[in-house]
DNA sequence: TTGAAAGCGCTAACAG
DNA sequence: CTGTTAGCGCTTTCAA
């Protein structure tokens, strides 16, 4: 497969290899007559530029490692609209993405794996790198750091972090979801929240909302009620059994987990309740996951592959980061509860 | 960030660089002495070759390209088991993975995009590519071919082609399905095909097993009934009350569709039918979306992540590829259908 | 407005 | 068993 080099094309289009280069750069004023004739004979000889080499020369390779940590599937959030942004807003730059694992928790990736962030970054494969589902005490952050590569984190790390980040306001979020129920009149709130692997791996998400929930329902003088979930339907039931069993007159749930609000849909049916006319349901979620379901949801939009797109452009204009804003989408899970509108009933 | 070079390991091991290199690819008996004082430069250094001036040079890069293609979100089969499989498989072998798009369909990442696929090859930036989701008519099969790069396709293409395939046998899982429900007496077996876009798309899978199961009712002297359905409640509910007035006495279901599963089960709920006593549910999925649904489900396996693997092996290890086989799990989601039942019952 | 030439870091002949 | 050297394809001084 020997394929066209710059100086076959300088060659054909009688120019220096230099020429070739300065019209593709662009660093330098080329005559119209000279441009069209190497522009022509690229064409001819659909000549590309050899990245290897570009990279040895240049020092850059115009590539970002995306890190995906594969703590196993149970726990595991919906990735693929993170990927999917972070892929879009790549190649809106321009930039190809390496999919790299960090072999964290010997998970299913045994073997000798160890970070192959460390070794993309080691050997110059890649400019950046998007740390994504990053951990409250991610170890990633130090390899990053040590090594001194750009790299946005996808979550929003605890300690001190020379490492800027993405993430969505749960705060708003949880807020949102109590104002939302407690403006209809809930009393009696809970939620589900995302695995207990979730909080053991500290992933920042999982602890923001609760505390934040937590938090709006104290200041609306409401008691709070919740507990982490697997996301099964026996996982599910269960946790509806004990918020009830805590709380009798529950009348509405505040829903964090990326697989679990199909799943609750279907407990709340098999308990035979009916939403919203026995319980409100307000999930936290990425809309696309929200139309698999009857009836249509209210809702708060994690924006997911816009958050991936963000991560992206951090990176390419470096700047302190943020959190994307939470907005509630009104829809048919949830309503007044029971006992305020049974009296207008009678 | 002036990263260590084989030069300057050379410098502090008191050897040529040449020296250093052989050390690390093992294509020259070196003394134990020098090799010992190699390493332990290398690691004082930290060094790691730079992949552009190893690319450059070997005319190989060791990375993969994985090819998703988007075509949006609500046909779209679950892509993470495939791509982990990949990656597990691309670590093994010390390779790693460039993820890029090919900008079929003018989906969601309009702009200029065009084949990052035809990008990467012309760069040399990969040494192989592994086609995702591939169609019966796949352009991409034309790309790899014309630019010489080798490939391996994640799912059957219908025309000749020299690029290997991984795909699961859908034939035998059709049979498997059909086999399992006939044996126990079921007469009257529906089949939810995948969402009619994955059949515009031209996605293998659905053409294939749409086929094999009409052909193993017909071996079995039974009626087809099967429609493909769109991954939503309502979309689910639609397909059931088709196939019922279809086929009132309709007793099991074959189901291939793997955002499906979880919402069937809501919608039989909802219409009253228990599982298995009214209707016999088998899906075709990957193992692990069978575990958020009650009951424990009969199904057949979709090795997602053995595919994943194997097409990196058939990378690898050229040869002509082949279909993964399926095997059926028994579960609680079949039984006898209830008009065999009730006779015993009385 | 263009060319010539050096060199990025590495490997694989050649030479000892 | 080891060192010297050329050159992979590209960009960018330095010179004209």
Redesign the interface.
């Given at each position: 497969?020997p394929?066209t080099t710059i100086t076959q094309v300088a060659r054909r289009a009688g120019v220096a290899p230099s020429t070739v280069s300065y019209v593709l750069s662009g660093n330098r004023t080329i005559s119209e007559a000279t441009r069209a004739r190497v522009h022509l004979a690229i064409q001819e000889l659909?000549y590309?530029?050899?990245?290897?080499?570009?990279?040895?020369r240049a020092g850059k390779?115009n590539?970002v490692a995306?890190v995906v940590p594969?703590y196993g599937?149970?726990s595991?959030p919906i990735?693929?609209p993170y990927?999917?942004g972070v892929?879009?807003g790549a190649?809106?730059r321009g930039w190809?993405?390496?999919?790299?694992?960090s072999g964290e928790d010997a998970s299913?990736?045994d073997?000798e794996?160890g970070s192959?962030l460390e070794?993309?970054v080691?050997?110059?494969?890649v400019d950046g790198a998007v740390l994504m589902e990053v951990r409250l005490d991610d170890d990633r952050l130090e390899v990053v750091e040590r090594l001194?590569m750009p790299a946005v984190a996808l979550g929003l790390p605890l300690g001190p972090s020379t490492v800027p980040y993405v993430d969505f306001d749960f705060e708003s979020a949880g807020r949102l979801c109590v104002e939302h129920l407690a403006a209809l009149g809930h009393r009696h709130i809970g939620l589900l929240a995302p695995p207990p692997g979730a909080f053991e791996k500290n992933l920042g998400y999982a602890h923001r909302l609760w505390g934040a929930v937590a938090g709006a329902l104290a200041q609306a003088g409401l008691a709070f009620h919740g507990l982490p979930v697997e996301?099964?339907?026996?996982g599910a039931k269960q946790a509806l059994a004990h918020l009830l069993s805590e709380e009798p007159s529950l009348g509405a749930l505040i829903v964090h987990s990326d697989?679990l609000i199909?799943?609750l849909?279907?407990a709340l049916?098999?308990l035979g309740k009916v939403v919203p006319a026995d319980i409100s349901v307000v999930p936290i979620v990425w809309a696309?996951l929200t139309?698999?379901?009857?009836p249509p949801l209210t809702y708060v939009n994690v924006p997911a592959v816009e958050m991936g797109r963000a991560a992206v452009e951090l990176l390419a204009e470096p700047g302190p980061g943020g959190l994307l804003p939470a907005t509630l989408v009104e829809g048919r899970s949830t309503s007044p509860p029971a006992s305020t509108r049974r009296p207008r009933d009678s």
């Open positions: 497969m394929s659909h590309k530029p050899h990245a290897g080499a570009r990279s040895l390779t590539v995306l594969f599937w149970s595991e990735l693929m990927i999917y892929l879009d190649g809106q190809n993405v390496m999919l790299v694992t299913s990736l073997q794996a192959t070794e993309v080691a050997s110059r494969m001194g996301p099964t339907l026996a697989a199909g799943i849909m279907q049916h098999q696309e139309k698999h379901v009857e």
